[in-house]
């Protein structure tokens, strides 16, 4: 699958606003889906899955665990889809 | 009766049901005798017996909760939310930090977040046990309509979850005014919700050949103590009641629609679903209600019956009132407005305990409509098609669960 990194940023800026029910502006890079975005461990669940359907991946529970800003998750994804 | 026990009053009402999505709307539709059943809209019914059911329409959930929680709650939850926040404003009761945690909720519900269990068993066979959702467990636990209500409205006092089947919302307000009256809580949140208008729920009870398949004349279907009844109406919806101690309420200036004055719970010990001959256990289940308000049978003014349109409890439960009520004269009226609302499970006993309750303060008898052809063993006064405009004092409401749950709920009109 090839994916362009604009296109996962898109793609992940898109999801979170729509899984957190948050506004543009409160989305950014930096936020730390607990501490800025109000999320808890079970929104964090199910963006990820909702991740793994977008771009048809599967990530282990391992990796779900070092996941902690919106960057965390924009890295991993570019490293595992490039 | 414990005479040291406090005084528990109704100071809030709130619900949403297949008659209205609102308090008022509700208590028209229930005068203006309208049926609210129709063709089921939820799934596709072609291979289903019954196709009808009562269902709540046109209501906007997202008036209650964000499309964030909306999309991580079953139904029984959000139809719990809404009555809940209705019921309170109601009471313009005001949860704070000095009385949080003499607030109490509990929700009864017959069976909680089947729709999600049934939606996520979907997802298990045709995506596979990982990409079920992590919302599943919690929307779809019967508690979690009193978890939510308490979290919503920060309610930090006694909680529970009630799951009696049909009598679910009744035990539950039966339990959260002896935790007041006896000095437990101030301020309960109680009621029942369900949302089994579901593939699962219709088949199963269509298995048990419980539900009516009048499905020709959806509003004809439900149709208590009628010669023609051929079973209930599965409906969904909630309603909620605030009780309060009465000194406080009194102290804080709350309007005061009635007062508990008492309650009844017995066992059949008989069957699983069917109450035995002459419902022992339901007549049995109203004398200690009358007991426990200090009331005799001649208090009683009208009786919101189970009523649910089965040809075994109407029969058995008007054999039940008129052993306990015997010669007198004139015996109560009577009625079942499961007739209107069809029967809301888990949340029937809150429905009833809310019209039980307008119709004190509105001085109505609610009618049982569709008694077209009364079965000439059903012989009592059930109020038929119409309202009827009386003074009332002292209103008996029933509930009848499978597993031979029998609860009643005494409301006395509120006088110092």
Redesign the interface.
């Known amino acids: 699958m090839s994916i362009g990194i604009k296109e996962i940023e898109e793609k992940v800026k898109e999801t979170i606003i729509d899984q957190l029910n948050i506004t543009e502006e409160e989305y950014s890079l930096e936020a730390a889906f607990i501490d800025d975005l109000g999320a808890d461990s079970l929104d964090i669940v199910e963006m990820v899955m909702a991740m793994e359907d977008i771009f048809d991946i599967e990530i282990s529970d391992e990796d779900l665990e070092q996941i902690q800003l919106v960057k965390d998750v924009v890295d991993y994804l570019k490293q595992r889809l490039s | 009766m414990n005479p040291s026990r406090k005084r528990v009053v109704v100071t809030g009402l709130g619900t949403v049901n297949p008659l209205g999505n609102c308090l008022a709307d509700t208590w028209a539709a229930i005068c203006a005798g309208k049926s609210g059943i129709a063709s089921i809209s939820k799934f596709d019914t072609t291979h289903f017996t019954t196709k009808i059911a009562g269902e709540v329409k046109d209501f906007d959930p997202l008036l209650f909760v ?3 929680e909306y999309r ?1 709650l079953d139904n029984f939850i959000v139809y719990a939310l809404a009555s809940a926040e209705m019921a309170a404003h109601d009471a313009n009761l005001e949860i704070t930090e000095q009385n949080a945690e003499r607030t109490g909720v509990i929700i009864g519900s017959a069976i909680g977040g089947l729709t999600t269990m049934e939606r996520e068993k979907e997802t298990i066979l045709n995506s596979g046990p ?2 079920m ?3 599943t467990i ?1 929307a779809a636990l019967a508690n979690l309509a009193p978890g939510n209500v308490a979290i919503r409205l920060g309610a930090k006092g006694p909680i529970s979850c009630v799951v009696t089947a049909c009598a679910a919302g009744n035990n539950a307000i039966a339990d959260a005014a002896r935790l007041i009256a006896d000095g437990y809580a101030d301020v309960m949140i109680a009621g029942g919700t369900d949302a089994a208008v579901s593939p699962l729920a219709v088949a199963g009870f269509n298995a048990m050949r419980a539900i009516s398949t009048r499905n020709e004349e959806p509003e004809k279907a439900s149709r208590p103590f009628d010669a023609e009844r051929d079973g209930f109406i599965i409906s969904e919806g909630s309603a909620i009641v605030i009780l309060e101690e009465l000194s406080r309420a009194q102290d804080r200036g709350a309007k005061i629609y009635a007062e508990i004055a008492g309650s009844g719970s017995t066992s059949d010990a008989h069957h699983i679903a069917a109450p035995p001959p002459g419902h022992p256990g339901a007549a049995r289940c109203m004398a200690l209600a009358l007991q426990d308000a200090g009331l005799e049978v001649s208090d009683v003014d009208y009786i919101n019956a189970h009523g649910t349109s089965t040809p075994l409890n109407d029969l058995y439960e008007t054999e039940a009132i008129k052993a306990l009520f015997k010669e007198q004269v004139p015996l109560p009226a009577v009625s079942s407005t499961k007739s209107m609302t069809g029967h809301m499970l888990g949340a029937a006993g809150g429905i009833e305990a809310i019209i039980s309750v307008k119709a004190i303060t509105e001085g109505v008898i609610p009618p049982t409509i569709n008694l077209d052809h009364p079965d000439p063993q059903c012989d009592l006064n059930y109020t038929p098609h119409k309202p009827v405009k009386r003074d009332i004092n002292v209103v008996m409401s029933n509930s009848f669960g499978f597993g031979g749950v029998n609860s009643v709920l005494v409301f006395k009109k509120f006088t110092e």
């Open positions: 964000s499309p964030k991580r990982r990409r959702s992590p919302f919690p």
